[in-house]
């Protein structure tokens, strides 16, 4: 949604597909993040909103002073500071900043560095085995946002093009329909370069464990995940784990998405930014937590139904519980780490699976 830079070579990194773009989507009112909304909608002309807009421009103005001009002054504030970072980004990361503290906070700046002319060779002269999988899948990522909707237009141009490099860059890998709304959410934040480097960050794990066991054959990551879930669930909240064991729910039924697109799938979209401003900074235990803090709002409701309602319910938790000021304070609650990380050795030790090595990524090369 970003040009990486200023010099015009803009469309130089957008090639795609060469189809023709599909015709120019209606206009239609959108919210503040580029979602379309009902002409029924509030138009952001109330005094509440006025006065969410001069607190964020506060925040902004925070912000600005902590990371200094282009991120220059970050490493040595989280040094000097690192609880107020924390709980700052926890407070949330004001809009118009989130792209570069995503790309600062993830490593992934570095690795730009440290690859310069990758991204573009990947995207120009490799081929894709996922090429069609990328082509098939694209119109299903983020239907509803202006800038993925036109067909073939410089949106879903732009999420070819880094799923495309991302699946030559690691052929392990590959394509799995998941990481389009990965890709999707860092493309309205920043340029395709950034966001191809951002995404190697997660799966290769600059900085956190690396996630590329999510979408790796069998999944290994995604179900180690949902042993840990399954486990904590049933010594936090008791009577709802019991309720599952009875009605036999798994977390598979309900959770594998909340790990795959961390929650940016189907929950509402300030939420997940929300989430993925702390998931960037503090690492997978978020998603945990995240899960755990829903369950155990709704556990009086849920506790009631039976396997097919509550399977339904798992998929379409109410509103009310889906507002980031009152879902993540209490995930923030909830401690996980110790318990994470001993659940982590006892999957291991059941299923002679092997910790990926964190930081693992190196400067790579690539031949026409």
């Given at each position: 949604?970003?040009a990486?830079?200023?010099?015009?070579?803009?469309e130089k990194?957008?090639?795609?597909?060469?189809?023709?773009?599909?015709?120019?989507p209606?206009?239609?009112?959108?919210?503040?993040?580029?979602?379309?909304?009902?002409?029924?909608?509030?138009?952001g002309?109330?005094?509440?909103?006025?006065?969410?807009?001069?607190?964020?421009?506060?925040?902004?103005?925070?912000?600005?002073?902590?990371?200094?001009?282009?991120?220059?002054?970050?490493?040595?504030?989280?040094?000097?500071?690192?609880?107020?970072?924390?709980?700052?980004?926890?407070?949330?990361?004001?809009?118009?900043?989130?792209?570069?503290?995503w790309?600062?906070?993830?490593?992934?700046?570095?690795?730009?560095?440290?690859?310069?002319?990758?991204?573009?060779?990947?995207?120009?002269?490799?081929?894709?085995?996922?090429?069609?999988?990328?082509?098939?899948?694209?119109?299903?990522?983020?239907?509803?946002?202006?800038?993925?909707?036109?067909?073939?237009?410089?949106g879903q141009?732009?999420?070819?093009?880094?799923?495309?490099?991302?699946?030559?860059?690691?052929?392990?890998?590959?394509?799995?329909?998941?990481?389009?709304?990965?890709?999707?959410l860092?493309?309205?934040y920043?340029?395709?370069?950034?966001?191809?480097?951002?995404?190697?960050?997660?799966?290769?794990?600059?900085?956190?464990?690396?996630?590329?066991?999510?979408?790796?054959?069998?999944?290994?990551?995604?179900?180690?995940?949902?042993?840990?879930?399954?486990?904590?669930?049933?010594?936090?909240?008791?009577?709802?784990?019991?309720?599952?064991?009875?009605?036999?729910?798994?977390?598979?039924?309900?959770?594998?998405?909340?790990?795959?697109?961390?929650?940016?799938?189907s929950?509402p979209?300030?939420?997940?930014?929300r989430?993925?401003?702390?998931?960037?900074?503090?690492?997978?235990?978020?998603?945990?937590?995240?899960?755990?803090?829903?369950?155990?709002?709704?556990?009086?409701?849920?506790?009631?139904?039976?396997f097919?309602?509550?399977?339904?319910?798992?998929r379409?938790?109410?509103?009310d519980?889906?507002?980031?000021?009152?879902?993540?304070?209490?995930?923030?609650?909830?401690?996980?780490?110790?318990?994470l990380?001993?659940?982590?050795?006892?999957?291991?030790?059941?299923?002679?699976?092997?910790?990926p090595v964190?930081?693992a990524?190196?400067?790579?090369s690539?031949?026409r």
């Open positions: 949604m970003k990486c830079n200023g010099d015009g070579d803009g990194r957008s090639r795609g597909p060469e189809f023709e773009p599909g015709p120019i209606p206009l239609t009112p959108v919210d503040k993040y580029g979602f379309l909304k009902s002409e029924s909608a509030a138009d002309s109330n005094p509440a909103r006025a006065a969410d807009r001069d607190r964020e421009d506060r925040r902004l103005t925070k912000w600005r002073k902590m990371i200094g001009t282009g991120g220059a002054d970050w490493r040595h504030y989280v040094r000097r500071k690192p609880n107020v970072v924390k709980r700052r980004i926890r407070k949330g990361i004001p809009d118009r900043l989130r792209g570069l503290v790309q600062l906070i993830s490593g992934s700046r570095d690795l730009l560095l440290m690859n310069q002319g990758v991204y573009e060779q990947l995207v120009l002269y490799e081929t894709s085995s996922s090429e069609l999988d990328i082509i098939r899948d694209i119109s299903r990522t983020f239907p509803s946002h202006v800038f993925f909707q036109q067909r073939h237009g410089p141009r732009s999420l070819y093009n880094v799923l495309k490099a991302y699946s030559v860059y690691d052929r392990d890998v590959g394509y799995v329909q998941g990481m389009g709304f990965l890709a999707g860092l493309l309205l920043m340029c395709e370069e950034d966001a191809f480097w951002l995404l190697v960050a997660l799966l290769k794990g600059a900085v956190h464990a690396p996630m590329e066991g999510l979408y790796l054959a069998g999944l290994p990551l995604v179900q180690q995940y949902l042993f840990q879930l399954e486990r904590l669930v049933r010594e936090y909240i008791p009577k709802l784990g019991a309720h599952f064991e009875e009605e036999m729910i798994n977390p598979s039924m309900y959770a594998s998405q909340w790990f795959i697109t961390v929650f940016s799938y929950f979209f300030p939420l997940a930014l989430i993925w401003d702390v998931f960037l900074y503090e690492g997978v235990k978020i998603v945990f937590r995240v899960g755990l803090a829903l369950l155990k709002y709704c556990q009086d409701d849920l506790v009631k139904l039976p097919e309602k509550l399977v339904h319910a798992l379409n938790f109410p509103e519980v889906l507002q980031p000021n009152l879902l993540l304070p209490m995930a923030y609650s909830i401690k996980v780490s110790k318990r990380e001993e659940l982590r050795q006892e999957y291991e030790r059941m299923t002679n699976f092997s910790k964190e930081g990524i190196v400067k790579r690539f031949r």
